[in-house]
């Protein structure tokens, strides 16, 4: 069964909740910004990703307060001066980048709020969080206002002008390791989730081929119901279905085949499915 939903028929809030909800996990931006005057500001969004590689561009949204639709201190302070620090959040930060997002007055300083370390950057005005695994300072090419409305997106398009890696979360080839940096995404409502060892799994991407797809196994195994759609996907990442041995056909064995299929040994799966 499903239940459907009219976005025009919901209110803002139980939209928002849906949709943060359905969407998830998502990375934070924790936003480091300075208005004219000098003064920094610190905030976390959620709303936000990488979108482009060359150039390299991050995107984030300080959307319109939900309660008046009144714009937030990140906004203005982009409009007065077009540069960002984003700064990735690990699980040794969340508790101060949530403190942070408390709704305090312009003027106040999450930095010393959070017990964070501005730390000066070397492109841009904003600060640094000294405390963040990696550190990215960005000139805002532009800002795409989505709407004047509670909720409605304000998407800062940001050039990434210099990254700053701590050394502790690279591996040995000097690329950042998923297990030591320890990354937070967010979830709906309070609910957060953490990238440990246990949450992270490999699947091996049929890159360099052609693979042959699900449709083209054959109808014993296409539509059978002990093999899921994962397993399936696996059976159908292959170029080719097996040539024939010639040999006395086994009794097939879906239970086995699974297991193979877990561990990643396709061929042998085949075997027991044939």
Same mark, same amino acid.
Request: net charge negative; hydrophobic share 45%; proline share 6%.
């Given at each position: 069964m499903i239940q459907s939903f009219d976005?025009?028929?919901?209110?803002?809030?139980?939209?928002?909740?849906?949709?943060?909800?359905?969407?998830?996990?998502?990375?934070?931006?924790?936003?480091? =910004?300075?208005?004219? !005057?000098? *003064?920094?500001?610190?905030? %976390? +969004?959620?709303?936000?990703? #990488?979108?482009?590689s060359d150039p390299p561009i991050l995107l984030f949204s300080p959307a319109r307060k939900g309660e008046n639709g009144g714009l937030k201190d990140t906004y203005f302070n982009i409009k007065e001066v077009p540069e960002v620090v984003i700064n990735m959040v690990n699980f040794d930060?969340?508790?101060?980048?949530?403190?942070s997002s408390?709704?305090?007055?312009?003027?106040?300083?999450e930095f010393e709020k959070a017990g964070l370390t501005a730390l000066p950057s070397d492109l841009v005005r904003p600060?640094?969080?000294?405390?963040?695994?990696?550190?990215?300072?960005?000139?805002?090419?532009?800002?795409?206002?989505l709407g004047?409305?509670?909720?409605?997106?304000?998407?800062?398009?940001?050039?990434?002008?210099?990254?700053?890696?701590? =050394?502790?979360?690279? !591996?040995? *080839?000097?690329?950042?390791? %998923? +297990?030591?940096?320890?990354? #937070?995404?967010?979830?709906?409502?309070?609910y957060y989730v953490r990238t440990v060892k246990e949450a992270l799994f490999q699947i091996p991407k049929p890159l360099g081929i052609?693979?042959?797809?699900?449709?083209?196994?054959?109808?014993?195994?296409?539509?059978?119901?002990?093999l899921t759609g994962n397993e399936l996907a696996r059976l159908g990442g292959v170029e080719a279905l097996p040539t024939p041995t010639g040999k006395e056909p086994k009794a097939i064995d879906f239970e086995e085949a699974k297991k193979c299929?877990?561990?990643?040994?396709?061929?042998?799966?085949?075997?027991?499915?044939?």
């Open positions: 976005p025009t028929q919901l209110t803002v809030g139980d939209l928002q909740t849906l949709l943060q909800n359905a969407v998830a996990p998502r990375p934070i931006a924790f936003a480091s =910004t300075i208005d004219k !005057d000098g *003064n920094p500001n610190l905030s %976390p +969004f959620s709303f936000f990703n #990488v979108v482009s930060l969340v508790e101060q980048m949530s403190l408390v709704s305090y007055a312009k003027g106040v300083n600060f640094r969080v000294k405390e963040s695994p990696v550190q990215f300072e960005c000139v805002v090419q532009q800002v795409i206002e004047t409305a509670a909720g409605a997106g304000n998407l800062m398009l940001c050039l990434v002008k210099k990254i700053h890696v701590h =050394t502790s979360i690279l !591996d040995t *080839n000097g690329q950042i390791d %998923p +297990f030591l940096i320890d990354l #937070v995404g967010r979830m709906g409502g309070p052609m693979a042959m797809g699900i449709d083209q196994l054959p109808n014993h195994i296409k539509h059978s119901p002990y299929i877990e561990a990643g040994n396709i061929w042998d799966a085949f075997a027991l499915l044939y």
